[in-house]
């Protein structure tokens, strides 16, 4: 495939694509090189790049994935560590985001108006 089919089937631009492959998020096993020098991506590609865009979304930054990819795989124990690590991580900031909601509803209680300045009755 290439990049151009790439990039449609996943919904990234080409320039991210090209960056993954740069920093080691795409590594060799997913791209043939044709006579020309033209890249000619693996159907594989596709799941991979997916896989980091999950991963992205949760809240993996790309160091954590390229950390993970460099170790050509890790174990059981450890890929647990690391999930249970996110999880901790989400459930932290859920409850920030609660907390801050609740403080929302807290000045709405006490109906404070901006019309002669914020917090003046």
């Known amino acids: 495939m290439?990049?151009?089919e790439v990039a449609k089937m996943v919904d990234l631009p080409i320039s991210t694509i090209r960056y993954y492959e740069k920093i080691g998020i795409i590594t060799d096993e997913y791209i043939l090189r044709e006579q020309n020098?033209?890249?000619?991506y693996a159907l594989e590609i596709v799941n991979?790049?997916?896989t980091v865009k999950n991963c992205l979304a949760v809240g993996f930054s790309?160091?954590?994935i390229k950390s993970m990819i460099?170790?050509?795989?890790i174990s059981k124990d450890e890929q647990t560590r690391?999930?249970?690590g996110k999880i901790s991580e989400i459930e932290d900031v859920q409850k920030k985001l609660e907390n801050s909601k609740q403080d929302l509803y807290d000045i709405l209680k006490l109906d404070i108006t901006c019309e002669d300045g914020f917090g003046k009755y």
């Open 2 to 4: 290439k990049i151009s």
């Open 62 to 64: 790309i160091h954590d």
């Open 37 to 40: 020098n033209y890249r000619n």
């Open 70 to 73: 460099s170790k050509k795989g």
């Open 48 to 50: 991979h790049l997916n």
């Open 82 to 84: 690391i999930i249970k």
